[in-house]
């Protein structure tokens, strides 16, 4: 698989980093873990109380200025959470985006304050809602590749996620 954002450096220290493997065979990482890995699809990622799976993006034709960033976040925790900022090395500038109806428009807003993570409950962020929006795109992603995204909780901190890049059309991660 080749490796976008992910310099031969990182993707040779994920092979010694701490990695502890579920029953059902996902690998969890936890915020020690801060090195960008070349993961598997279906792994997970533990970030105090809050959890992060099914992370993903879509192949975008040559010349595409955005794309979109999709994961699910869980909060098992007893305090709300909130994703205040994404960052990554593949676009000129990357935020947090809702879709949703107004009257019979679907429109797409920025969410400057983030998007919260209520205690107890999950988020997800899938194609036609709430997701990352890479803007201005320093190159194409290409199916098979995948791409380091940086989230910032406003309690919680920051992690790193691989984002594996599946067929323009993906729904979800493969």
Known sequence: MKLTTIGLFAAMMS??????QMADGTMTHSAQDHGAMDHANGETYTLGDLTITGAFTRATLPNAPVAGGFLTVTNAGTVDDTLIAAATTISGDTQIHEMAMQGDVMRMRE????????AGETVTLQPGGYHLMFMDL?????????????????????????????ATAAKMAH
């Not at 969410?111 to 209520?118: D, K, Q």
């Not at 989230?151 to 599946?166: K, M, R, S, Y």
């Open 15 to 20: 092979a010694t980093a701490a990695q502890a």
């Open 111 to 118: 969410l400057p304050e983030g998007l919260p993570i209520p």
């Open 138 to 166: 320093n190159h194409p992603l290409i199916e098979g590749e995948v791409i380091a995204v940086t989230l910032t909780f406003e309690n919680a901190g920051q992690i790193d996620v691989v984002l594996p890049v599946g």
